[in-house]
């Protein structure tokens, strides 16, 4: 793999590593030069190659005097010095190096300063020795001496010629030997000082050369680093490291600084160069020599400063170069492992292909071509939908796309409209938000607030609950006061009113009534007194005034608001009792009962009873009970019980209260019409059982319907119990004086009985008579408690419109009127009483002893009697089916 490979190769490519390890352990790099060897003359040294400084010093001396050798000896270990730093040159701070080696061998060269001093000293030992051999030379040819000498003014000839008094001629010799030696010295010194100028020159070009060959290590330098740096980022893309970017950072660093450093060193080198030779004279030598020494101790101190530098930077250096081998042997532990799983996989290909191999040659070929012509057909349906997927695929983004698009246009339409809505809306949720922090305040006060707020109302309320007591007290003793005021207030106006009211009602003229003279209206009323009628009996009129008439016109609700407040005043706990008499098909029937359609009394005072008791019933509770009976020939019987034949006695409660019940009569708890219509169903069904001819029967029979209500008072514990009784009475006509016979006139005798009693009864009570015969009726008896005390009592006299029954109109409203007059005025009523009572029983009394047979005829049952559903004393014709007992 091509990163492997690259890895590989970082380890062949020159680098500053390999540059350093060359100057530590002088192995070179591929492609460096290498270092000098080991022996100095095998060692090729471009520089300063110690052949150089042989032939410089060979040009001055060929053959190699004592002071070369010596010059050479003392120079050697500073070239070799040279040579052992020579390994250095390929690093930034060599320069240096050959400065410290010119240095040495100026230093060599102060000690060949001192060995010339040490030769003089020598010289002027030998002086002794010198005048010796020069009388040799004087002996053996002192002018050969001074020509050889030539111009020198110290030549040894020409001191041998000079020749002076004995005394000074030592002196002058010596002197004149002594100048020979300065000037030999002196052009010793100036060949020296001119091999030194060639050493300088040299030196000069070596160092050009030096700077030249660093330059091009330095170039050489740049592009490893530069390479050195693509290979750091490449390295850092490949392992994604952070530390080789840092290392290749501090790198470049490094190598910017050793940059300024050699560029420091160059300008230095220039300085040297560009620095002029002065002529040479002993003093300006030493000086320049002095300089240079300085010169060159600053020179070693930097080298020395560099050297530190260099050693940190190579510390530096080889821990990155520690750290990239980490790296290379872990890629090459990753190669290493890549290479197993290739050759992993490769030996499993080549399984497989032997495997496949093996398989081929097993199976037939037609097999093998069959599966790979499946194989391929499968291919081939695979691209296509692979390829269709794609296609699908391209599309479904497509329409994402656009849908994106579309819904982006949508959300960015919303996002201006938001930012309107926002900007319209912040200066109201400012606003909000005040209201808020102030709400917030409020809520936080709120507790406190709300105790307060609490512990007032809680005294307030307590306060109002004592008042509301009070007041309730305060209520409860004036209802009852008012209570009390109203029972008294009523029973007064009961009693001016009467405590029996007396109205009449006269029924239509009836297809009953035939037609001709007998069927003629004989009843007129006043228009303006709803009290009068007028009668036309035998062509004379008479009138009498009652409590109320009602014309034919008038309806039974008509009737019933007459009577309303009877009933009502039951509900108050008083006992009521409601009469209709009259003659029979007078229409008693229909006033009580009414019809279906149109009910009477009886019906709609149970439901004024129902609504008034639901009115109450959040303070009083009442239970309403009825029963049913009827009295025929004076004997009563239970309509509603199961033995309608069983004869019912009327006897006086055992609690010694008074009060009389009637042992064996059925009572049925009612809560509604519907129950009372089943109830009457009920007692008419035991009726038309009982009596084959039920038109005669009911019209003989009085007929009673006694509603009992009882009433509590919730918050007073009040208890009060009302009695209506509802009495449906047998006809009243004088059957007696119209002959009747057997059980005709027995029926006439009780009918006359009990309504003779009746009357008793009520002129006795009018009177305040201290008896009261109650016991000479069945009827009256059994009425007792509804008719004496408080008790309110309504007789609605029918009365027959026509002229055939003037008769027996006119006797029913002259028992009406006397009934009414009786509680005019208590004069009268005594006056009136006594005269009714006596002509009535008088009239009454020959009627029951003696009936007449014209009487039978005119009181034959079954006459104008209609249908009356509902009703108790329904006539057969219309009660053809029968109910279900009430439950
Ligand atoms: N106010 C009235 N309006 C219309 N019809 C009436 C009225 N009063 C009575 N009638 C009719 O007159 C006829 C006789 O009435 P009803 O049977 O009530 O008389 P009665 O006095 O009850 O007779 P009986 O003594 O035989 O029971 C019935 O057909 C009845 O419908």
Not at 38 to 55: K, N, Y
Not at 405 to 428: C, D, F, S
Not at 495 to 513: F, M, Q, S, Y
């Amino acid at each position: 793999m091509v990163p492997s490979r690259r890895t590989w190769n970082l380890g062949a490519t020159p680098s500053l590593r390999g540059l350093w390890r060359v100057g530590r352990a002088g192995e070179p790099e591929p492609g460096m030069a290498r270092p000098a060897p080991a022996s100095p003359a095998a060692r090729p040294f471009p520089h300063t190659g110690p052949g150089r400084l042989r032939t410089g010093r060979g040009r001055d001396s060929p053959a190699g005097g004592d002071e070369d050798s010596s010059t050479r000896s003392a120079a050697r270990p500073a070239l070799a010095q040279c040579r052992a730093l020579s390994v250095d040159w390929a690093s930034p701070g060599s320069p240096h190096r050959l400065y410290l080696t010119l240095q040495q061998a100026l230093r060599d060269k102060g000690c060949e300063s001192k060995s010339q001093g040490a030769k003089e000293e020598k010289l002027l030992k030998r002086q002794a020795p010198a005048p010796r051999r020069g009388r040799e030379a004087q002996e053996a040819g002192g002018t050969m001496n001074v020509e050889k000498t030539g111009g020198r003014l110290f030549g040894s000839g020409r001191c041998s010629s000079l020749s002076g008094p004995p005394g000074a001629a030592p002196v002058v010799r010596r002197m004149v030997e002594a100048m020979s030696q300065l000037q030999e010295e002196k052009a010793q010194l100036q060949e020296e000082l001119v091999a030194l100028r060639e050493r300088l020159a040299v030196c000069d070009s070596d160092q050009q050369a030096t700077s030249t060959q660093l330059q091009n290590q330095v170039e050489h330098l740049k592009q490893k680093l530069i390479s050195q740096a693509q290979e750091v980022s490449r390295l850092r893309s490949e392992l994604g490291g952070t530390d080789l970017e840092k290392h290749r950072d501090l790198l470049m660093v490094e190598n910017e600084r050793l940059r300024q450093e050699m560029r420091r060193c160059e300008a230095e080198l220039q300085e040297l160069r560009a620095k002029p030779v002065a002529p040479c004279t002993g003093c300006e030598h030493s000086q320049e020599s002095a300089q240079l020494r300085d010169k060159l101790s600053q020179l070693q101190l930097e080298v020395a400063e560099n050297k530190g530098l260099l050693s940190e930077l190579n510390l530096e250096v080889q821990q990155k170069t520690d750290r990239l081998a980490e790296v290379e042997l872990r890629l090459k532990d990753c190669l290493a492992e890549k290479a197993q799983e290739e050759e992993r996989l490769s030996r499993r290909l080549r399984d497989s292909h032997e495997t496949i191999a093996s398989l081929r040659a097993q199976s037939p070929p037609v097999k093998i071509t069959m599966y790979e012509s499946e194989l391929e057909r499968a291919h081939g349906q695979m691209l296509e939908e692979m390829q269709s997927l794609e296609e699908d695929k391209n599309r479904a983004i497509e329409e994402a796309f656009a849908r994106a698009q579309v819904e982006m246009k949508a959300v960015h339409e919303n996002l201006a409209g938001v930012r309107t809505n926002l900007l319209t809306l912040q200066p109201a949720l400012r606003t909000l938000t005040n209201d808020y922090n102030g709400l917030k305040r409020q809520v936080r006060g709120f507790p406190l607030l709300l105790q307060e707020a609490l512990k007032s109302v809680k005294a307030e309320i307590g306060q109002a609950i004592e008042e509301v007591n009070s007041n309730n007290q305060e209520l409860l003793r004036k209802y009852r006061r008012e209570l009390q005021l109203r029972k008294k207030c009523h029973n007064e106006l009961v009693r001016l009113k009467g405590n029996i009211r007396v109205i009449a009602r006269v029924r239509p003229v009836t297809k009953e009534d035939g037609e001709g003279p007998e069927a003629t209206n004989a009843v007129t009323f006043d228009p303006d007194d709803d009290s009068i009628i007028h009668l036309l009996h035998k062509g004379k009129p008479v009138s009498f005034e009652l409590d109320k008439v009602f014309s034919p016109q008038a309806s039974q609700q008509d009737v019933f608001q007459e009577v309303q407040a009877l009933i009502t005043s039951c509900i108050d706990g008083f006992n009521v009792c409601i009469f209709a008499y009259g003659q029979t098909g007078a229409g008693k029937t229909y006033t009580m009962e009414g019809t279906l359609e149109n009910p009477g009394i009886n019906q709609r005072a149970l439901q004024l009873l129902f609504s008034e008791v639901q009115e109450k019933a959040s303070d009083w509770e009442y239970t309403i009970t009825v029963s049913a009976a009827e009295i025929y020939n004076e004997v009563l019987r239970d309509l509603l019980g199961q033995e309608p034949q069983e004869k019912l006695e009327i006897r006086l409660c055992p609690n010694g209260s008074g009060q009389l019940y009637v042992p064996g009569l059925t009572e049925f708890q009612v809560q509604s019409v519907e129950d009372i219509n089943k109830v009457f169903e009920f007692g008419h069904t035991n009726r038309t059982t009982e009596f084959t001819n039920l038109n005669e029967h009911s019209s003989r029979s009085h007929a009673l319907l006694i509603v009992t209500v009882h009433g509590v008072d919730g918050s007073t514990g009040l208890r009060t119990t009302g009695k209506l009784n509802l009495v449906d009475l047998a006809g009243s006509e004088r059957v007696g004086k119209s002959g009747a016979e057997g059980s005709r006139l027995r029926e006439a005798q009780h009918i006359n009985k009990s309504l003779s009693a009746l009357g008793d009864v009520i002129a006795a009570l009018r009177s305040r008579q201290g008896h009261v015969p109650f016991r000479n009726s069945k009827l009256t008896y059994l009425l007792q408690d509804s008719l004496s005390g408080d008790s309110k009592t309504l007789m609605v006299v029918q009365v027959s419109p026509v002229e055939k029954n003037t008769s027996e109109t006119l006797y029913s409203l002259k028992f009406a009127e006397r009934v009414r007059s009786v509680e005019l005025g208590p004069g009268s009523r005594r006056a009136e009483l006594g005269s009714w009572s006596s002509q009535e029983h008088l009239e009454w009394e020959p009627a029951c002893q003696t009936p007449q047979p014209s009487a039978r005829a005119h009181s034959a049952p079954g006459s104008g009697t209609t249908s009356r559903p509902g009703s108790i004393r329904r006539k057969l014709q219309t009660s053809g089916k029968s109910r279900p007992l009430p439950v």
